[in-house]
């Protein structure tokens, strides 16, 4: 199966700093998917990135999928304690049906 | 809202015991998916279906069967349970049958989970 490197595995950032996970894969992707996973809850889609070099926006969040398209970025700015989860990339795969292969995700803690 | 339900939060079973995790979208999914999630491993795919009786192995296959014989009921069947199979067991459901115009996918919705420890 195709290695979806996610990193870093945990990042703790005091309350109001920044964020950032990274998503690499080893081919060509057609498209990639964020998901936002709450301690205790349930992975919830926030986004999904196709063109290369897409960049987008939801309030304090910014995706972008890289030029070659085989990595991506989510930047959180100013975080605040909303935001603690464990963030996921998934990965379509080659085949044409709907499997997602899920990154191993980066968990965000906040320091108040 | 798309709603996804399972049918317990809390499993609690013995080794060798036969499990059946239930899973029912509400939305006319045609895509089902069993992911489990364990502790820096991220999700992992069990199986999926794409179409009533329908299925294919994910990633992790060994030690599980599914059953789709209605489109909106998936179901995980663990024939003999073992202690490696202790984990959080998530259900998600997607539309669609293929990419969609543009080259995207469809997202997941996922239900609420299940924890399963196996003693």
């Known amino acids: 199966g195709q290695q979806v490197m996610q990193i870093p595995q945990y990042q703790h950032v005091q309350e109001g700093e920044d964020f950032t996970t990274y998503c690499n894969s080893s081919?060509?992707?057609?498209?990639i998917q964020w998901y936002k996973q709450r301690p205790g809850g349930h992975p919830v889609f926030l986004i999904q990135?196709?063109?290369?070099?897409e960049v987008k926006k939801q309030k304090r969040l910014t995706f972008q999928f890289g030029e070659a398209k085989k990595n991506s970025s989510l930047h959180i700015t100013a975080t605040q304690t909303t935001d603690v989860g464990t963030y996921f990339c998934a990965l379509p795969n080659n085949f044409g049906n709907e499997k997602l292969t899920f990154g191993t995700g980066t968990r965000l803690t906040i320091i108040p | 809202d798309v709603k996804v339900t399972q049918s317990s939060r809390y499993l609690v079973k013995r080794t060798g015991e036969k499990v059946f995790l239930e899973c029912v979208q509400d939305m006319d999914h045609e895509n089902m998916f069993w992911y489990r999630q364990d502790p820096g491993l991220g999700l992992r795919l069990i199986y999926f279906s794409y179409d009533v009786k329908m299925k294919e192995k994910g990633d992790i296959p060994e030690g599980y069967s599914v059953s789709r014989e209605k489109k909106e009921r998936f179901s995980l069947i663990l024939e003999s349970a073992s202690t490696n199979q202790t984990s959080m067991y998530l259900c998600?459901?997607?539309?669609?049958?293929?990419?969609?115009?543009?080259?995207?996918?469809?997202?997941?919705?996922f239900g609420p989970g299940t924890r399963l420890t196996v003693t």
């Open positions: 081919t060509t992707l057609s498209n």
């Open positions: 990135l196709v063109k290369s070099g």
């Open positions: 998600a459901s997607s539309s669609g049958s293929g990419y969609f115009l543009g080259g995207g996918t469809y997202e997941q919705y």
